[in-house]
């Protein structure tokens, strides 16, 4: 086990990618015990970051929405499938777009904040060769697990 450092955005990604290749039944079968017992416990340990992180975005999305999906600064159209979907008015969207891009603004730093996390670290060419010759892992699957290398 180790202390390693990362920034949230890196966090983020990685958490989204492992979950991908989690998803492949494939990919997980070529995986050692070892190995997916050392990523279930990191994954226990970045995943409170995401969910915060997740949590945060949609209280401020949220917000954001209270304050212009109303009566006064938005309407109600059909779309192409005709479903009714919410449209800020003309008159304000130049005011929305400039939040839009500021509550971005904000996400984007709070991205790039470093953590520190105990990860459980593993030997990345002792990991490679330990895969079967016709694993189904994709080069960029084995290269997100470099966040547990030694």
């Known amino acids: 086990m180790k202390t390693k450092e990362f920034f ?10 492992i979950n991908q290749i989690l998803s492949n039944t494939d ?10 017992w050392a990523l279930k416990k990191n994954l226990t340990a970045l995943n409170p970051t995401v969910k915060d992180f ?7 999305i949220n ?4 304050e212009y999906f109303n009566e ?14 919410r449209k800020v ?9 400039n939040k839009v891009q500021e509550l971005n603004g904000k996400l984007q730093e709070l991205l790039a904040e470093k953590n520190e996390y ?13 895969l079967p010759k016709d694993t189904a892992l994709e080069f960029d699957d084995i290269e997100i697990f470099s966040f547990m290398e030694e």
């Open 72 to 85: 006064e600064k938005s309407h109600i159209e059909k779309d192409e499938n005709d479903n009714e979907v």
């Open 27 to 36: 990919k997980v079968k070529d995986l050692p015990i070892k190995f997916r």
């Open 8 to 17: 949230n955005i890196e966090v983020v990604n990685v958490v989204a990618a």
């Open 118 to 130: 105990s990860i459980h670290t593993i030997d990345m060419d002792a990991f490679v060769e330990e």
């Open 54 to 60: 997740e949590e945060f975005r949609q209280e401020l």
């Open 89 to 97: 008015n003309d008159e304000f969207m130049e005011e929305y777009n």
């Open 63 to 66: 917000e954001l929405q209270k």
